[in-house]
């Protein structure tokens, strides 16, 4: 094989190659905010030990699938909710900052944001829920947005970057190959047979 053709095929291969780094760029980080969250019944009580500081989101996941059970809730929460978050380890409440302005939906889960608390420093976090007549699911979560924003600019970029290779790659291999043709003769090269 030329190595014009072998290096159009690396060059193929490499577009090829972006073509699933791309959605996994974007799906992946999405999995993997779904999976930082603790989600819990309303009106109630849960205890979640945070890592990281920084701020954290309660939502409202009025669309979901929950132990089986299947919600399809408001997007507004029940007159009456009182909301208490507190640091587990020493009984000091949070500031807890309401805040609507994002939502979140993916297949049949869909949640908007109740409000936010700033976390200094790890720490065991207690909330509690209460008031209201009709059970709903909150859930609880880092905000992973810039994380998130990083993650998926450093996939496009990979995208970009291996994309323009495999193109580079591909003309440099037409460019080989076209040097590598044998020229036809001159005119003046061409001999014929005389008798």
Same mark, same amino acid.
């Given at each position: 094989?030329?190595?014009?053709?072998?290096?159009?095929?690396?060059?193929?291969?490499?577009?090829?190659?972006?073509?699933?780094?791309?959605?996994?760029?974007?799906?992946?980080?999405? #999995?993997?905010?779904?999976?930082? &969250?603790?989600?819990?019944?309303?009106?109630?009580?849960?205890?979640?030990?945070? &890592?990281?500081?920084?701020?954290?989101? %309660?939502?409202?996941?009025?669309?979901?699938?929950?132990?089986?059970?299947?919600?399809?809730?408001?997007?507004?929460?029940?007159?009456?909710? &009182?909301?208490?978050?507190?640091?587990?380890?020493?009984?000091?409440?949070?500031?807890?900052?309401?805040?609507?302005?994002?939502?979140?939906?993916?297949?049949?889960?869909?949640?908007?944001?109740?409000?936010?608390? &700033?976390?200094?420093?790890?720490?065991?976090?207690?909330?509690?829920?209460?008031?209201?007549?009709?059970?709903?699911?909150?859930?609880?979560?880092?905000?992973?947005?810039?994380?998130?924003?990083? #993650?998926?600019?450093?996939?496009? #970029?990979?995208?970009?970057?291996?994309?323009?290779?495999?193109?580079?790659?591909?003309?440099?291999?037409?460019?080989? #190959?076209?040097?590598?043709?044998?020229?036809?003769? %001159?005119?003046?090269?061409?001999?014929?047979?005389?008798?």
């Amino acid at each position: 094989m030329k190595s014009g053709t072998k290096l159009i095929i690396v060059g193929a291969s490499l577009i090829a190659l972006v073509t699933f780094i791309l959605p996994a760029a974007i799906v992946v980080p999405i #999995l993997l905010s779904d999976s930082n &969250e603790t989600k819990f019944i309303v009106p109630g009580k849960v205890r979640v030990q945070v &890592e990281n500081p920084g701020r954290h989101y %309660l939502w409202n996941n009025y669309q979901t699938i929950y132990k089986g059970k299947s919600y399809n809730r408001s997007t507004t929460i029940a007159d009456g909710i &009182e909301i208490k978050i507190t640091n587990a380890e020493n009984g000091t409440q949070f500031d807890f900052i309401g805040n609507g302005s994002m939502s979140y939906t993916s297949g049949s889960n869909a949640k908007i944001t109740i409000g936010y608390i &700033e976390i200094t420093e790890p720490c065991t976090v207690d909330i509690e829920i209460s008031g209201g007549n009709n059970s709903q699911v909150f859930s609880f979560s880092e905000a992973l947005f810039r994380k998130l924003f990083g #993650l998926i600019s450093a996939g496009i #970029l990979i995208v970009v970057i291996f994309g323009f290779a495999g193109i580079g790659i591909i003309v440099w291999g037409i460019i080989k #190959l076209e040097k590598n043709k044998t020229p036809p003769p %001159l005119p003046n090269q061409i001999h014929t047979k005389t008798t």
